[in-house]
């Protein structure tokens, strides 16, 4: 999936030369969601209503991609099952995509790859390094969204597919690679490649830092 999402993004013509924006935003982004998750009363639910309603909006902020975005929300809020998941997991990516290409008007492709190497090592320290992301990321994952016409509202916080989660930082981070990369094509097809060697250590461990692999891609996309 983060391979796929590299392919998406619209280059940005020439972004104004707010270089602290790409540096600063993806890491703080992470960090704020874990405080807010962990230390604020009703921090989960707010960010699941959240995300209900904005990840709709974002996936459907280009005319072209509206259509889509309508009939993926309609799938993931009236299916069941995998079907459901599918749908909601496409309308994050598509909304990742939005948050990359809007990061890309507004700050220089240097900048956005200094923000993803600061994320990516920050997402290291947070999964590895503390007992934080665990509980964060599980209070999310279970918090309750509300209902419309007997159907719940599709749950939008996190990407899950089956039994497999990610966060939605982790996609955004393979926009944001969209976004940068010189050679996409071979960007995505090596995210791709270091995505499925780098989900084998979830065989010893039950958590990942699901943005590493974006870095793989990074180092030849720019090249």
Do not use: C, Y
């Not at 993004?9 to 960090?31: D, F, H, N, S, Y």
């Not at 309308?91 to 890309?104: D, F, K, P, S």
């Amino acid at each position: 999936m983060q391979a796929a999402i590299v392919l998406l993004p619209r280059r940005a013509g020439r972004p104004r030369r707010r270089g602290w924006i790409g540096i600063v935003l993806p890491a703080a982004a992470l960090a704020i969601g874990i405080v807010v998750l962990r230390a604020v009363s009703g921090g989960p639910h707010a960010l699941a209503l959240l995300a209900a309603i904005a990840t709709p909006l974002l996936a459907a902020a280009r005319p072209k991609r509206a259509p889509l975005a309508v009939v993926l929300w309609l799938v993931a809020w009236l299916a069941d099952g995998l079907l459901a998941q599918g749908a909601s997991v496409a309308l994050v990516a598509l909304a990742a995509v939005t948050v990359a290409e809007l990061a890309g008007a507004l700050a220089p492709p240097w900048s956005l790859a200094a923000g993803l190497i600061a994320l990516a090592i920050l997402d290291i320290v947070l999964v590895w390094g503390t007992a934080q992301v665990g509980p964060a990321t599980t209070a999310l994952h279970h918090a309750a969204v509300p209902s419309a016409a007997g159907h719940p509202l599709p749950r939008l916080q996190d990407a899950t597919f089956g039994s497999a989660t990610m966060g939605w930082l982790d996609f955004v981070a393979a926009a944001l690679l969209g976004v940068v990369a010189r050679a996409r094509l071979r960007a995505a097809a090596v995210t791709g490649a270091a995505a499925g060697v780098w989900g084998l250590l979830l065989l010893v461990t039950p958590t990942i830092p699901a943005t590493v692999p974006v870095l793989a891609g990074l180092l030849v996309g720019r090249l």
